[in-house]
Nanobody
Framework: QVQLVESGGGLVQAGSSLRLSCAASGRTFGSYAMGWFRQAPGKEREFVAAVTWSGSGTRYTDSVKGRFTISRDNAKNTVYLQMNGLKPEDMAVYYC?????????????????WGQGTQVTVSS
């Protein structure tokens, strides 16, 4: 069992940066691939980024490539999402997810554990 707690969301202006963190419980964090998803009001939850168990492999949705960076620190049981150049369309609740696999997935059904989410609001 893995418990995930996100933090770092907030209200920022367009063009600003935020870093989201997701702290995981459990001693097997290093054996999970991790992902970030987001859900805007009235929309379905969508994939944002994912990282392999070691941190050496990453995947991004096209709309955030070049602006967002996912990383992890297995010693701290934490995964990060650095978000630069935020746009109003990035506004959503961001969820951290863990997958019982070493390799990334890009759909909700690939992931086994979810956090409660953290709100990111971007003003124009």
């Amino acid at each position: 069992q893995v418990q995930l707690v996100e933090s770092g969301g907030g209200l920022v202006q367009a063009g600003s940066s935020l870093r989201l963190s997701c702290a995981a419980s459990g001693r097997t964090f290093g054996s999970y691939a991790m992902g970030w998803f987001r859900q805007a009001p009235g929309k379905e939850r969508e994939f944002v980024a994912a990282v392999t168990w070691s941190g050496s492999g990453t995947r991004y949705t096209d709309s955030v490539k070049g602006r967002f960076t996912i990383s992890r620190d297995n010693a701290k049981n934490t995964v990060y999402l650095q978000m630069n150049g935020l746009k109003p369309e990035d506004m959503a609740v961001y969820y951290c997810a863990a997958r019982r696999s070493l390799w990334v997935g890009t759909t909700e059904w690939d992931y086994d554990y979810w956090g409660q989410g953290t709100q990111v609001t971007v003003s124009s």
